[in-house]
Structures are given as structure tokens and as C-alpha cells.
């Protein structure tokens, strides 16, 4: 019973090409988050997500660009390429501020993340 | 911008000796939450602190949150191979920032 997942685990690709990677929690939060971890371990937020509205965007380059069909996926596909796009991107979850729950609303859950290896 | 610091990047001990990682923010926090990583794994929630000066325990992992909001801290006592990871924190003042982590090596 996966709580949030992410498609695919391993992603090696060339310089320039266009890739996408899926995710998609079963949880029933309504809030997803897309963060991009470095070779440095740094975690940075790109992305958020409520209620499929876009309320987060960072400073990321245009080629990025997250969707989300429903509140259970949030999908980042990513144009053109580049060697510095190499990374660990995870996906998390969580559920809203004024909704009912054991544990604290913004408790963040975390996809099993995608490493992507740019040559 | 809201800046979330964390000290020390790195932390070698011998198995049986404690642990501190150490967090400051540059504005004041709504909350702070910390995170652990295992190698090769991902983030997992840990704790959440909220109030000015509040300190949580869970098990040998004592978690503090500075009189000011501005400060946290993890401190583990007599750690164990099984601690070993990267410890995040993750400051809110309008959005959840993450602190750079501490990566944990034990000896055995």
C-alpha cells in the first residue's frame, strides 16, 4: 500500500531530450509538492499544488513544468534537457490546514523519489 | 527571502555517544519540522514543534524549538547504528524550508 508513489525510480536520459515523471499519492491529501534534491543533499522546493491550483512556483527555468489532472497526481515533465537537471526529484503530500487528521496537517509524505542522470 | 541554516553538515560519532544538529532561521517560525533520510531513501516525518520554547521527546531523540521560533534542535543520546542518516529540519514562516541537513555516520 504504497502511500505516495513515483514513476520511474531511475531515469538516464540525453542532453536535450523532453521526460516526464509521474506521481501519485492514494492518501487523500490534496496538496503535492515536486522538490528537486542535489549531489549536496539540498532539498528545494519547485513546485506545489492545491487542489490542482499551482500556489508555489519557485525560481525554476521554464523548461519545467508540473500538471496535475486530479488531486492524486502531480506529474513534472521537463524540455530540453541539461546536465545540471541531474538530480533526486521527489514528489510529497500533504493535506490542508482546516482539514481533520491524527497527525499535523502539514506533515509532508514523500515519494520514493526519481534519480535522473542527464548525459 | 526566509533562510533555513543547519549545523553541522557532517557528524561522525562512535556508536554510544550523542548527537546534536542544530537549526536557525532568519525570520520567526509559525512551526518547525524535522525529517530524517536514510541513505538512499527519502524524507520521512519525524516530528512537528510548534510553541515558543516547546521540547518533544521520542525515545532517545529530544527535539527543541527556541523561545524565540527561531531556532530548533535534535539531539540524540547514545546513538546507534540505526540512527545513521540525514537529519532535516524545515522551518514555516509562509512556506516549508528546508534546512541544508546533517548527515549522520555511526561507528559501531
Known amino acids: 500500500d504504497t502511500a505516495v508513489s513515483q514513476t520511474p525510480k531511475y531515469l538516464v536520459t540525453q542532453m536535450g531530450n523532453d521526460k516526464s515523471i509521474k506521481c501519485e499519492q492514494n492518501?487523500?491529501?490534496?496538496?503535492m509538492y515536486w522538490y528537486k534534491q542535489d549531489s549536496k543533499k539540498f532539498l528545494k522546493i519547485m513546485f506545489s499544488y492545491n487542489n490542482k491550483e499551482l500556489i508555489i512556483n519557485e525560481t525554476v527555468p521554464n523548461r519545467f513544468s508540473p500538471k496535475s489532472p486530479d488531486k492524486a497526481h502531480l506529474n513534472l515533465h521537463i524540455n530540453s534537457l541539461e546536465l545540471g537537471d541531474s538530480a533526486v526529484y521527489f514528489c510529497a503530500s500533504s493535506r490542508s490546514a482546516g482539514t481533520s487528521g491524527p497527525r499535523p496537517h502539514n506533515e509532508q509524505f514523500f515519494g520514493p523519489g526519481t534519480r535522473l542522470t542527464v548525459l | 527571502g526566509q533562510q533555513v541554516m543547519q549545523i553541522p553538515q557532517y557528524q561522525h560519532v562512535q556508536e554510544g555517544e550523542d548527537f546534536t544538529t542544530y537549526c536557525n532561521s532568519s525570520?520567526?517560525?509559525?512551526?518547525i519540522q524535522w525529517y530524517k533520510q536514510r541513505p538512499g531513501g527519502h524524507p520521512v516525518f519525524l516530528i512537528q514543534l510548534v510553541k515558543s520554547g516547546e521540547v518533544k521527546k521520542q525515545k532517545r531523540l529530544t527535539f527543541q524549538f527556541g523561545e524565540a521560533k527561531k531556532n530548533s534542535s535534535l539531539h540524540i543520546t547514545a546513538t546507534q547504528t540505526t540512527d545513521v542518516g540525514t537529519y532535516f529540519c524545515?522551518?514555516?514562516?509562509?512556506?516549508?524550508?528546508f534546512g541544508q541537513g546533517t548527515e549522520l555516520s555511526v561507528k559501531p
Open positions: 525570520t520567526t517560525l509559525s512551526n
Open positions: 492518501l487523500g491529501h490534496d496538496t
Open positions: 524545515a522551518g514555516r514562516g509562509g512556506k516549508l524550508i
